[in-house]
T-cell receptor
């Protein structure tokens, strides 16, 4: 199956710093990428959807100025958590689709962010 | 929006046992996928199954789209099957995947 990579897999940072997470589709072109957040023992919560070359569409309640998403190419999307605080600590997962609604969605391995 | 409900929420099995996980959804869908999230957090695609039946080794899945449910069967369970199983759907005319709350499975040796 298709492969989606994420980097870094784990990051620890101090409160107030910014953290960038990269998501790459390795063997297919991702017209749409998704960013999810997952708290312990909970399901995945969609944060935003991005299409290559367009501004991301954020879900209700997600601060777009705090979670900056850039989908610069058909194989790369980045999520930047700006001025991170301890409450931003979570497991962040990216996902990618090559086509429309009927296409399979593939997930990256996730990034565990800890803000001290 | 569409609602996705999974049952049971938690399941404990003895190694070798069989199980059935259920996913109900409240509206028509273009896409339904089953995932297994392993203890490290990686989501593994099990099935893409908007309708019909598929099998892959000890796992099989059936989706009855007209009745708005899908079933995931695990036969001869192994300890490595432990983790969380998610059902996720793409609502017809929608723009995103909606996840169920998951079924947390623990297989005892």
């Amino acid at each position: 199956g298709a492969v989606v990579s994420q980097h870094p897999s784990r990051v620890i940072c101090k409160s107030g710093t910014s953290v960038k997470i990269e998501c790459r589709s390795l063997d297919f072109q991702a017209t749409t990428m998704f960013w999810y957040r997952q708290f312990p023992k909970q399901s995945l919560m969609l944060m935003a959807t991005s299409n290559e070359g367009s501004k991301a569409t954020y879900e209700q309640g997600v601060e777009k100025d705090k979670f900056l998403i850039n989908h610069a190419s058909l194989t790369l999307s980045t999520l930047t958590v700006t001025s991170a605080h301890p409450e931003d600590s979570s497991f962040y997962i990216c996902s990618a689709k090559s086509g429309g609604a009927t296409d399979t969605q593939y997930f990256g391995p996730g990034t565990r962010l800890t803000v001290l | 929006g569409i609602q996705v409900e999974q049952s049971p929420p938690d399941l404990i099995l003895q190694e070798g046992a069989n199980s059935t996980l259920r996913c109900n959804f409240s509206d028509s869908v273009n896409n339904l996928q089953w995932f297994h999230q392993n203890p490290w957090g990686q989501l593994i695609n099990l099935f893409y199954i908007p309708s019909g039946t598929k099998q892959n080794g000890r796992l099989s899945a059936t989706t009855v789209a007209t009745e708005r449910y899908s079933l995931l069967y695990i036969s001869s369970s192994q300890t490595t099957d432990s983790g969380v199983y998610f059902c996720a759907v793409w609502e017809t005319g929608g723009f995103k995947t909606i996840f169920g709350a998951g079924t947390r499975l623990f297989v005892k040796a």
